[in-house]
C-alpha cells in the first residue's frame, strides 16, 4: 500500500504517524503550506501524547512526507483517506465542503485498483450518495475499478494514539473486496477487533450512534443535577451510588458538552431523520438540555454572587479553563464561550485562566488573560474545565470565598467548612 492521508488534523496526522510508522509509504495532504512546512519539520501542529515522536521517527525513516498538492498525493497513492473536518453551519445541517472537495481533488489522480477510505463523520449514505459520484468524475466505476469503504475514527484527544492502535475497528465498504482490503490495512495498526459491518452507510450510522448514546447520556447526568439540586441532593454521590449497579454507567453532569463531536454529530442524524420523515425527539432535547448547561451555570454564579450582597454587573468573575474538557487546549464548540459571553452582557468583568489554551485564543473569549493567582482574587471564581491542575485548587488559595464549581474534581465540603459560598453543578 502507498497511502495518501487528506487532512493532517487532531485525527489525520495521527493516523498519517501510525501508518508510517508500521513501514508503510505515507504522504499526508495539509490545507496551506505553512501547515505543511511545520509538519515536515517534525513539529505537529496539535497537542496529543507520544504525537511528536511518531512523526519524527516517520520522518527520519522517509516513510512520511506532508504536501500541500493534493492531485500529485492522489497520482502517486492506491489507497486515499479522507480525514477532514465535517462541521456544521447555523441552521444545525451538516457542512460537508471539505469531503466534497477532497473527493474531487482523489478524483483527478485516481487510478484503476485504488481503495477510497472516509473516516470523517458524515450523515448516513454520505458515502454512496456523494463521495462516490465524486470519484466516478475520474472516469472509473465505483466497484469496478476502485473500491470505497468508510470507517470511522473513534479515538479520544489525549489518548488518540493510543486509541488508533488498540481500539476495534468498525469498517463498511461499497462491496466485499473494499471492507476485507480496509480491513487488512486497519489490522496493520490496531490490536483492536475488525468489526465489518454490511455496508457504509451501517458504518456512518454506528459513528453517529456512538456519540449520541454519550450526549443523551450526558444530557441525563444533567437533568439529574438539576432536579437534584432543587431537591437538596448531591447528585454525583447519588451517581456514583447508581453507577455500583451491574448495569447502570450514568455519565457526569458539567457546564455543558463542548468538542467538534458530540455537540455536532448528534444533528447529523436528526438531520437523516427529518430527511426521510422520520420525527425525532430525544437525540434533539438531549442537545437541548445541554446546550442549556451554561445557563445554568450564570444562575449558579448570580445566586452565589447574590448571596455575597453583589450582582454579575461590576463583578470580577475568574473563569478556570476555556478548553472543552481537561488537560487538553481544544476550545472548539466549548461551553465556556457562551458561559463567557452572557456575563460579559450582564456587565461582568471576566478574568480567564486556562494552562493550555495560548493567550491569543483567550483573548477571543469575552474576557482577559490572566494568572491563575489574579483570578482567584476575583469576587467568584468558577471553574468550568475540569484540567487535573484545578484539583490541587484549596480553599485558601480563593480570596473572596465565593466559588461554583460546574465539574465534580473538589470537594464541596472542603470549601463550606472554610465559610464559603458555594455553589455547583447539582451539589447541594
Ligand atoms: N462530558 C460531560 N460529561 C461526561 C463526559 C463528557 O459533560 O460524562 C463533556 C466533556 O466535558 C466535553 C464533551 O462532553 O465537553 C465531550 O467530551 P468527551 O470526552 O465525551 O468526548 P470527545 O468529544 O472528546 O470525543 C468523542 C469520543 N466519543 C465517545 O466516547 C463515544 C471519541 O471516542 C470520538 O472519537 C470523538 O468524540 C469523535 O471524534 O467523534
Given at each position: 500500500f502507498k497511502i495518501a492521508v487528506f487532512g493532517l488534523g487532531h485525527i489525520g496526522l495521527p493516523t498519517a504517524a501510525i501508518f508510517a510508522d508500521k513501514g508503510l509509504e505515507v504522504v499526508g495532504v495539509a490545507r496551506n503550506e505553512r501547515k505543511m512546512e511545520m509538519i515536515n519539520n517534525g513539529i505537529p501542529p496539535i497537542m496529543e501524547t507520544g504525537l511528536k515522536t511518531l512523526l519524527n521517527s516517520a520522518i527520519e525513516k522517509n516513510k512520511f512526507i506532508a504536501t500541500s498538492d493534493g492531485v500529485e498525493a492522489s497520482k502517486i497513492s492506491?489507497?486515499?483517506?479522507?480525514?477532514?473536518?465535517?462541521?456544521?453551519?447555523?441552521?444545525?445541517n451538516s457542512e460537508l465542503s471539505a469531503v466534497t472537495s477532497v473527493a474531487e481533488t482523489i478524483s483527478k489522480g485516481l487510478k484503476s485498483g485504488d481503495l477510497v477510505i472516509v473516516e470523517s463523520t458524515v450523515p448516513p449514505k454520505t458515502c454512496e450518495t456523494i463521495v462516490v459520484p465524486l470519484l466516478?468524475?475520474?472516469?472509473?466505476?465505483?466497484?469496478?475499478?476502485?473500491?470505497?469503504?468508510?470507517?470511522?475514527?473513534?479515538?479520544?484527544?489525549?489518548?488518540?494514539?493510543?486509541?488508533?492502535?488498540?481500539?476495534?475497528?468498525?469498517?463498511?465498504?461499497?462491496?466485499?473486496?473494499?471492507?476485507?482490503?480496509?480491513?487488512?490495512?486497519?489490522?496493520?495498526?490496531?490490536?483492536?477487533?475488525?468489526?465489518?459491518?454490511?455496508?457504509?452507510?451501517?458504518?456512518?450510522?454506528?459513528?453517529?450512534?456512538?456519540?449520541?448514546?454519550?450526549?443523551?447520556?450526558?444530557?441525563?447526568a444533567n437533568e439529574f443535577s438539576m432536579i437534584c439540586r432543587a431537591l437538596g441532593a448531591d447528585v454525583i454521590e447519588a451517581i456514583d451510588a447508581a453507577n455500583h449497579h451491574p448495569r447502570v454507567n450514568i455519565h457526569t453532569p458539567g457546564p455543558g458538552v463542548g468538542g467538534h463531536c458530540i455537540s455536532i454529530d448528534p444533528y447529523f442524524l436528526i438531520e437523516s431523520a427529518n430527511n426521510n420523515g422520520v420525527k425525532v425527539s430525544l437525540i434533539q432535547t438531549s442537545r437541548d438540555v445541554n446546550n442549556s448547561m451554561p445557563l445554568q451555570v450564570v444562575k449558579l454564579v448570580k445566586s452565589a454572587l447574590k448571596e455575597s450582597g453583589k450582582s454579575v454587573s461590576h463583578s470580577k468573575i475568574g473563569i478556570l479553563g476555556v478548553a472543552y474538557k481537561g488537560n487538553i487546549a481544544d476550545t472548539r464548540e466549548t461551553?465556556?464561550?457562551?458561559?463567557?459571553?452572557?456575563?460579559?452582557?450582564?456587565?461582568?468583568?471576566?478574568?480567564?485562566?486556562?494552562?493550555?489554551?495560548?493567550?491569543?485564543?483567550?483573548?477571543?473569549?469575552?474576557?482577559?488573560?490572566?494568572?491563575?493567582?489574579?483570578?482567584?482574587?476575583c469576587d467568584c471564581v468558577v471553574l468550568v474545565t475540569d484540567h487535573d491542575l484545578y484539583r490541587n485548587i484549596t480553599?485558601?488559595?480563593?480570596?473572596?470565598?465565593?466559588?461554583?464549581?460546574?465539574?465534580?474534581?473538589?470537594?464541596?465540603?472542603?470549601?463550606?467548612?472554610?465559610?464559603?459560598?458555594?455553589?455547583?453543578?447539582?451539589?447541594?
Amino acid at each position: 500500500f502507498k497511502i495518501a492521508v487528506f487532512g493532517l488534523g487532531h485525527i489525520g496526522l495521527p493516523t498519517a504517524a501510525i501508518f508510517a510508522d508500521k513501514g508503510l509509504e505515507v504522504v499526508g495532504v495539509a490545507r496551506n503550506e505553512r501547515k505543511m512546512e511545520m509538519i515536515n519539520n517534525g513539529i505537529p501542529p496539535i497537542m496529543e501524547t507520544g504525537l511528536k515522536t511518531l512523526l519524527n521517527s516517520a520522518i527520519e525513516k522517509n516513510k512520511f512526507i506532508a504536501t500541500s498538492d493534493g492531485v500529485e498525493a492522489s497520482k502517486i497513492s492506491n489507497v486515499h483517506i479522507i480525514i477532514v473536518p465535517t462541521p456544521k453551519d447555523n441552521a444545525n445541517n451538516s457542512e460537508l465542503s471539505a469531503v466534497t472537495s477532497v473527493a474531487e481533488t482523489i478524483s483527478k489522480g485516481l487510478k484503476s485498483g485504488d481503495l477510497v477510505i472516509v473516516e470523517s463523520t458524515v450523515p448516513p449514505k454520505t458515502c454512496e450518495t456523494i463521495v462516490v459520484p465524486l470519484l466516478e468524475k475520474s472516469g472509473f466505476n465505483a466497484g469496478e475499478d476502485f473500491g470505497v469503504a468508510y470507517t470511522p475514527e473513534r479515538a479520544i484527544p489525549t489518548s488518540t494514539i493510543h486509541e488508533m492502535t488498540h481500539n476495534p475497528r468498525v469498517i463498511g465498504g461499497i462491496d466485499d473486496k473494499s471492507t476485507d482490503t480496509a480491513a487488512d490495512l486497519y489490522s496493520m495498526v490496531t490490536e483492536g477487533k475488525i468489526i465489518k459491518v454490511k455496508n457504509t452507510m451501517t458504518a456512518e450510522i454506528v459513528k453517529l450512534m456512538e456519540n449520541i448514546y454519550r450526549d443523551v447520556n450526558i444530557a441525563l447526568a444533567n437533568e439529574f443535577s438539576m432536579i437534584c439540586r432543587a431537591l437538596g441532593a448531591d447528585v454525583i454521590e447519588a451517581i456514583d451510588a447508581a453507577n455500583h449497579h451491574p448495569r447502570v454507567n450514568i455519565h457526569t453532569p458539567g457546564p455543558g458538552v463542548g468538542g467538534h463531536c458530540i455537540s455536532i454529530d448528534p444533528y447529523f442524524l436528526i438531520e437523516s431523520a427529518n430527511n426521510n420523515g422520520v420525527k425525532v425527539s430525544l437525540i434533539q432535547t438531549s442537545r437541548d438540555v445541554n446546550n442549556s448547561m451554561p445557563l445554568q451555570v450564570v444562575k449558579l454564579v448570580k445566586s452565589a454572587l447574590k448571596e455575597s450582597g453583589k450582582s454579575v454587573s461590576h463583578s470580577k468573575i475568574g473563569i478556570l479553563g476555556v478548553a472543552y474538557k481537561g488537560n487538553i487546549a481544544d476550545t472548539r464548540e466549548t461551553p465556556a464561550k457562551p458561559l463567557i459571553e452572557t456575563l460579559n452582557d450582564e456587565g461582568g468583568e471576566i478574568y480567564i485562566h486556562d494552562p493550555y489554551v495560548p493567550p491569543e485564543t483567550i483573548q477571543t473569549f469575552a474576557g482577559k488573560p490572566a494568572a491563575l493567582q489574579d483570578v482567584l482574587k476575583c469576587d467568584c471564581v468558577v471553574l468550568v474545565t475540569d484540567h487535573d491542575l484545578y484539583r490541587n485548587i484549596t480553599p485558601e488559595m480563593v480570596e473572596k470565598k465565593v466559588f461554583v464549581s460546574t465539574r465534580p474534581i473538589i470537594n464541596p465540603e472542603d470549601f463550606r467548612k472554610k465559610g464559603f459560598i458555594f455553589r455547583g453543578i447539582g451539589r447541594c
